[in-house]
């Protein structure tokens, strides 16, 4: 079964545009939240990550918006950039279920036109 | 600083050939992930391990084996391949008691094809 949801499979923005991926869950467990880039024949790197005690979160252009009782949470990319193409995957864990397991969305995979 | 080291980055293995996928990290991290990408399916956990000399199933483990003799290496095994193992392989570590931080760490990626 799918716990974490994304969408949408791809999107193209233009440039300067603002981005934005969405994810939904359904383990309640989880309790960390993160964001994956991840550029074409590289592994994935981490963007930005989000803990269910804040609802949103900023590091430069990039910001997570949370909303625990819907269980959703996205991806906001303010003016878009050329070099911001690559797939984005969301991500879910429980810090308490040993191991801190990652489940992954499906991913989305994000173009950024001039 | 390397990171996360997966060998080897290509290979091509006929039906029913057995191989090893190595994994070193040099960051002392006590967890480490092996996931499976596949197109429109995004990464999913085989096997994991939270310390040296032990392993856990994740959410696709069958068909494949791991170990973890040393802290720093975990390996991933096919011990007899089947086309639907196509896939592009993610090594992934985290969590140091130094630095405990919830952050993974990725490798390059292995693409295995099966024919």
């Known amino acids: 079964q799918q716990q974490v949801k994304q969408s949408p499979q791809s999107l193209i923005v233009q440039k300067g545009g603002i981005s934005i991926i969405n994810c939904a869950y359904e383990n309640t467990a989880f309790d960390y939240f993160p964001w994956y880039q991840q550029f074409p024949g590289k592994g994935p790197a981490l963007l930005i990550a989000?803990?269910?005690?804040?609802s949103e979160k900023k590091e430069g252009r990039f910001t997570i918006s949370f909303n625990k009782s819907a269980k959703q949470f996205s991806l906001h990319i303010m003016d878009s950039q050329p070099g911001d193409s690559a797939t984005y995957f969301c991500?879910?864990?429980?810090?308490?279920?040993?191991?801190?397991?990652?489940?992954f969305g499906t991913g989305t995979q994000l173009k950024v036109e001039l | 600083n390397a990171g996360v080291t997966q060998t080897p980055k290509f290979r091509v293995l006929k039906t029913g050939q057995s191989m090893t996928l190595l994994c070193a990290q040099d960051?002392?991290?006590?967890?480490m992930y092996w996931y499976r990408q596949d197109p429109g399916m995004g990464l999913r956990l085989i096997h994991y391990?939270?310390?040296?000399?032990?392993?856990a199933k994740g959410e696709v483990p069958d068909g494949y084996n791991v170990s973890r003799l040393k802290k720093q290496n975990f390996l991933l095994g096919l011990e007899s391949a089947a086309p639907s193992q196509t896939s592009v392989y993610f090594c992934?570590?985290?969590?140091?008691?130094?630095?405990?931080?919830?952050?993974?760490?990725f490798g390059q990626g292995t693409r295995l094809t099966v024919v």
């Open positions: 989000i803990r269910p005690d804040v």
């Open positions: 991500a879910a864990s429980n810090s308490g279920g040993g191991g801190n397991k990652l489940t």
């Open positions: 391990s939270v310390g040296e000399g032990t392993t």
């Open positions: 960051m002392n991290h006590e967890y």
């Open positions: 992934a570590s985290s969590y140091s008691l130094q630095v405990p931080r919830d952050e993974a760490f």
